[in-house]
């Protein structure tokens, strides 16, 4: 069970049904989650690496845009059938799909960015970068890039969530390198089995 550390009523809801904190979870390679935020009033210009370009998955198509996932997230089960479901997803836009193009073809990170209209957010979910390219500041482009499009949709706020032990330090420092900061976590909860 995992509710929010900042929902104070499920945790006490959580607590009277036996289930407390699980230190394991908590501990430096724990697998807690944390939120984070940003405005999207003042944001980064974008840099690539010479030779890279931004594309959008409506423009690069569905097989650039799966093969991205499978590089960026090797093993995976990701297949393009997969793929049309998400696509099928309400929310999604190919124009808020964001990927890095690398001059010999490959698609080198990828995104996809999620627009609440209502509530004028959006949130990036997945966000990865082919092994072979990583270290080059390419998520970090993509993600500023994002928050362009994003706001050009009409975002004036943006979340992501990454792994919030301090064991798992790479996301969380990507995304407060382009303006995030924590919002909430997750509050990692167990119930220990009865005895007797």
């Not at 099928?88 to 073809?105: I, K, Q, S």
């Not at 050009?152 to 330090?169: E, I, K």
Request: with cysteine; hydrophobic share 40%.
């Amino acid at each position: 069970m995992s509710p929010q550390l900042t929902d104070e009523f499920a945790l006490k809801r959580w607590e009277a049904h036996g289930y407390g904190t699980d230190p394991a979870a908590l501990g430096d390679t724990g697998s807690w989650s944390q939120l984070n935020e940003r405005d999207l009033t003042d944001v980064e210009r974008p840099t690539l690496p010479d030779g890279f370009r931004f594309r959008t998955a409506d423009e690069a198509g569905p097989a650039a845009a799966v093969q991205a996932h499978l590089d960026a997230w090797a093993p995976s089960t990701y297949t393009a059938e997969g793929y049309e479901g998400v696509r099928r997803t309400d929310g999604y836009r190919g124009d808020l799909h964001v990927l890095v193009e690398a001059p010999d073809g490959t698609m080198a990170a990828s995104t996809i960015m999620w627009l609440d209209e209502a509530n004028r957010t959006a949130e990036f979910e997945p966000v990865g970068t082919h092994p072979g390219y990583r270290r080059r500041g390419l998520g970090r482009a993509m993600l500023l890039h994002g928050m362009y499009l994003a706001r050009d949709a009409g975002a004036t706020h943006m979340t992501v969530a990454c792994l919030g032990a301090p064991g798992h330090p790479a996301a969380r420092g990507l995304y407060y390198s382009v303006g995030f900061a924590l919002f909430t976590r997750d509050a990692p909860l167990i119930k220990p089995a009865a005895t007797g």
